[in-house]
T-cell receptor, first 114, second 117 residues
């Protein structure tokens, strides 16, 4: 069975500092990996995904994620945080062939303070 | 371009009743997926439809069902409602079905919030 762990319920970072939101996964085979963001009173939005190839994936709003197969991790990163990045972030995984059947982590609240 | 539209946005039902939720995908999107979001269980996959066929199904009881119409609009139905069915039901559309080039790139609606009393 597939599973996703987001070990931090909340991450606090000062505006302008780099941010990292952690994600580890468990899935058989080579997975598809995703990050989604949920802003208050708005729907979930796709940020980025890893399918294959370069371990560093770039996505929307300046976010990127690093795939590490040996550590089964897919951490979300941004070099310089903005207050507007404050939101709920979800990591998700799906086995190959079931790409739209996502297994989501519990989510991490990101708070960026000015 | 209009986003994913879900109706109704809010509804209150009592135990034992049934409910039907509707989803209109983004124009041109033929894949529709449904997810349940609750504080305790988080986001859980219900089912995926593409070209009026159910492609994938999550681990929910048979009380949860869905369908997709020829215009890609989708409905989900929950029969014999239980208190634990109270949740935000999210619909998501995608250009591709699972395994396609845009796999996993889902566009979510704002959801239908169901309260079961």
């Amino acid at each position: 069975a597939q599973s996703v762990a987001q070990p931090e319920d909340q991450v606090n970072v000062a505006e302008g500092n780099p941010l990292t939101v952690k994600c580890t996964y468990s899935v058989s085979g080579n997975p598809y990996l995703f990050w989604y963001v949920q802003y208050p009173n708005r729907g979930l939005q796709f940020l980025l995904k890893y399918i294959t190839g370069d371990n560093l994936v770039k996505g929307s709003y300046g976010f990127e994620a690093e795939f590490n197969k040996s550590q089964t991790s897919f951490h979300l990163k941004k070099p310089s945080a903005l207050v507007s990045d404050s939101a709920l972030y979800f990591c998700a995984v799906s086995p190959r062939g079931y790409g739209n059947k996502l297994v989501f982590g519990a989510g991490t609240i990101l708070r960026v303070k000015s | 371009k209009a986003g994913v539209t879900q109706t109704p946005r809010y509804l209150i039902k009592t135990r034992g009743q049934q409910v039907t939720l509707s989803c209109s995908p983004i124009s041109g999107h033929r894949s529709v997926s449904w997810y349940q979001q609750t504080p305790g269980q988080g986001l859980q996959f219900l089912f995926e439809y593409f070209s009026e066929t159910q492609r994938n199904k999550g681990n929910f009881p048979g009380r949860f069902s869905g369908r997709q119409f020829s215009n890609s609009r989708s409905e989900m139905n929950v029969s014999t409602l239980e208190l634990g069915d109270s949740a935000l039901y999210l619909c998501a559309s995608s250009l591709s079905p699972s395994g396609g080039p845009n796999t996993g790139e889902l566009f979510f609606g704002e959801g239908s919030r169901l309260t079961v009393l």
